[in-house]
């Protein structure tokens, strides 16, 4: 019995929950057992919306002779053939943008500005924010990447949103 790598705690804590929901039923009764399952699951919702992935991303060559053609396919860092760019980040938010989780996306940002300065001695040139899997940004996340990019700026860093769609791409 392997448990794959791409499975990580979120996706099991659906047992969690059928578990919560099972004892409680026999314990508690029915009623009370479905509720104590429902408020467990939304628990569990709150926590991963305010905690999303973030996964870091590299490139991967499209053609077998692309060492500068530029035809790149971004994916996962931990990809086989995922490859860095020098001096620049590019990373992937799985989940809504808003005040509540914008803090988290900050605090990710600087721990790997830090990795980085202290791995290469250098700070990075550019940080890229893959928005394709962003369903929402709200206006308090609009100010905070407003400010973000500003700061960035004054430091030489350029910050870019891309893969943008739907309402985020309009904001």
Same mark, same amino acid.
């Given at each position: 019995?392997?448990?794959?790598?791409?499975?990580?705690?979120?996706?099991?804590?659906?047992?969690?929950?059928?578990?919560?929901?099972?004892?409680?039923?026999?314990?508690?009764?029915?009623?009370?057992?479905?509720? +104590?399952?429902?408020? +467990?699951?939304?628990?569990?919702?709150?926590?991963?919306?305010?905690?999303?992935?973030?996964?870091?991303?590299?490139?991967?060559?499209?053609?077998?002779?692309?060492? @500068?053609?530029?035809?790149? +396919?971004?994916?996962?860092?931990?990809?086989?053939?995922?490859?860095?760019?020098?001096?620049?980040?590019?990373?992937?938010?799985?989940?809504?943008?808003?005040?509540?989780?914008?803090?988290?996306?900050? @605090?990710?940002?600087?721990?790997?500005?830090?990795?980085?300065? @202290?791995?290469?001695?250098?700070?990075?040139?550019?940080?890229?924010?893959?928005?394709?899997?962003?369903?929402?940004?709200?206006?308090?996340? +609009?100010?905070?990447?407003?400010?973000?990019?500003?700061?960035?700026?004054?430091?030489?860093?350029?910050?870019?949103?891309?893969?943008?769609?739907?309402?985020?791409?309009?904001?």
């Amino acid at each position: 019995f392997a448990i794959k790598k791409e499975y990580n705690w979120k996706c099991r804590m659906d047992i969690v929950v059928w578990c919560v929901g099972f004892l409680c039923t026999l314990y508690f009764g029915a009623f009370e057992g479905i509720l +104590m399952a429902v408020f +467990m699951s939304l628990c569990l919702i709150l926590y991963q919306v305010v905690n999303p992935d973030i996964a870091q991303l590299g490139y991967k060559a499209t053609t077998q002779n692309d060492s @500068e053609g530029r035809a790149r +396919m971004w994916v996962n860092r931990s990809h086989v053939d995922a490859r860095e760019e020098n001096g620049i980040l590019v990373f992937r938010l799985e989940g809504p943008l808003f005040y509540a989780n914008v803090e988290s996306v900050q @605090e990710w940002l600087e721990e790997r500005e830090v990795l980085y300065a @202290e791995e290469t001695g250098e700070t990075y040139k550019g940080i890229i924010l893959s928005a394709s899997a962003v369903s929402f940004v709200d206006t308090s996340a +609009m100010s905070t990447l407003g400010e973000m990019m500003k700061s960035y700026a004054e430091r030489g860093v350029l910050f870019f949103v891309a893969n943008t769609f739907g309402q985020v791409g309009r904001l």
